[in-house]
């Protein structure tokens, strides 16, 4: 029997799903909302990711769902990220029980990262696209941030925290949001 | 975004082992409370994982850790953002990206086997302010196969175990204080287990405190040194820190 049969419907009703109704769990501005919710699958995706669980986005969807539907039901939720990380576990652990009855591992993949089909110059070319796309002072930090030379690295962040007047801690976050951004580049970018 | 919280070091390598299935699962639920409660502390984990992947690309891992950090690779569908890694160090010319990612031992692989050999605090916050492990203060092998390390308060060295008989004499560098001998030293693994401890009273200029261990009483991996003295209460003072790694 598939989902969308209507004998399946009739016998198990499905409480209709308001997207609004998540949005004013997470804010009452609709705005700030958003981007509450934008934060949040970006955790949960995180969460997937580090708890190796394939297919992360569409476990995040999953979960989204799962949640719609507890607040058409009229379910009480006081901490939106605690409920939604309790949701999560709940889906890494079905997750590992599946992955243990097909007696593999849940990711599927141990033996060494997957190659992608793109090759090592499709992923360098869009690599330097977005570096020379990002405002020069941004790039600075990220080429500097991350050199690939250890001592010239650390030499390079003692600098660079000490020219903007940073605190390492500062710098690091500083950076690994420009790094994130530059990926989110590269990503985009047609290979 | 919440107030920016400064990470205690010790997180970093707790953070790590997060990343490489390390962690037991009680530990493995606060890190991810954490990372839903705090955004800085969320960020700072993507920043562990970045610059995990960074040094698996340069082969900066020890090798005893390749094999987990492929599998937290594969397992996490990081291949886009190793590509990424990879094209990024190959941007600096003469150094080339580690094609398989699994070389260890250049150089910046030692920062690596400190973070991951000692889960405990100070070590990180050192190598961010550039002191290299081993270098706290200076480490001498004797003709007679007795070794001395010297560690400051708060930074950590790197020793090999010398082989056969021998005694690893660690001399630990006192901070200014008025805590007053007698002082206890203790050594823990990195499970927090007490390996060896000591009363012993403060000699030498600068003042130091010496453990005196076999090798036998110490296996290849982190371990934290703690050494108290009785402060103007007459209640012991709160413990001083060292980082001593045995490869």
């Keep these: 029997m598939k989902l969308s049969d209507p004998v399946y419907s009739r016998a198990f ?9 998540l949005l004013t769990l997470l804010h009452a501005d609709r705005q700030k909302a958003s981007s509450r919710l934008s934060l949040l699958e970006t955790r949960l995706f995180k969460l997937f990711q580090w708890e190796r669980v394939a297919d992360p986005a569409s476990r995040v969807q999953d979960l989204l769902g799962r949640l719609r539907t507890q607040l058409a039901e009229g379910r009480e939720i006081l901490n939106p990220e605690i409920h939604c990380l309790d949701l999560a576990r709940d889906i890494v652990k079905e997750a590992e029980q599946a992955a243990a009855a097909r007696r593999r591992p849940r990711s599927g993949i141990v ?12 992923w360098t070319e869009a690599v330097h696209r977005c570096l020379r796309e990002m405002p020069p002072p941004s790039r600075d930090i990220l080429l500097r941030y991350y050199h690939p030379e250890p001592r010239t690295r650390e030499e390079n962040r003692r600098q660079l925290a000490r020219s903007l007047g940073l605190s390492p801690e500062e710098l690091r976050e500083q950076a690994s949001e420009l790094r994130e951004r530059m990926e989110d580049c590269v990503r985009k970018s047609p290979r | 975004m919440s107030e920016r919280v400064r990470v205690e070091p010790v997180e970093e ?11 037991p699962e009680q530990e493995r639920r606060e890190i991810q409370e954490r990372c839903f409660l705090d955004a800085s502390y969320f960020q700072f984990v993507q920043a562990v994982e970045t610059e995990l992947l960074d040094a698996y690309v340069r082969g900066e891992l020890p090798a005893n850790e390749l094999d987990n950090a492929r599998q937290f690779i594969a397992g996490a569908n990081l291949d886009s953002r190793l590509q990424i890694a990879r094209s990024l160090a190959a941007l600096i010319p003469g150094i080339a990206p580690d094609e398989s990612g699994g070389t260890p031992g250049r ?21 961010f302010h550039g002191t290299q492990p081993g270098e706290a203060v200076g480490t001498t ?60 009273d403060s000699r030498g200029q600068p003042p130091r405190v010496t453990a005196l261990l076999k090798p036998d009483q110490l296996r290849p991996g982190g371990y934290l040194i703690e050494v108290s003295g009785i402060g103007a209460t007459g209640m012991p003072e709160p413990a001083w820190a060292y980082y001593l790694v045995v490869e």
Excluded: C
Excluded at chain 1, 111 to 122: I, K, L, M, Y
Excluded at chain 2, 16 to 21: A, E, K, Q, T, V
């Design chain 1, 13 to 21: 009703p499905q409480p209709p799903q308001d997207p609004d109704r």
């Design chain 1, 111 to 122: 033996s060494g990262p997957a190659q992608t089909t793109d090759s090592r110059e499709d």
């Design chain 2, 13 to 23: 390598a707790r953070i790590l082992r997060y990343l490489l299935g390390q962690l």
């Design chain 2, 107 to 127: 150089t910046g692989g030692r920062r690596w086997l400190v973070l991951l050999a000692a889960p405990v605090a100070g070590i990180i916050w050192t190598l």
């Design chain 2, 141 to 200: 092998e004797d003709p007679a196969r007795h070794m001395r390390v010297e560690i400051r308060e708060g930074e950590s060295a790197a020793i090999h175990k010398p082989d056969g008989p021998a005694v690893i004499a660690i001399d630990l560098l006192l901070p200014k204080s008025h805590a007053t001998p007698p002082f206890t030293i203790e050594v823990r693994n990195n499970l927090r287990e007490l390996v060896w401890s000591q009363r012993s």
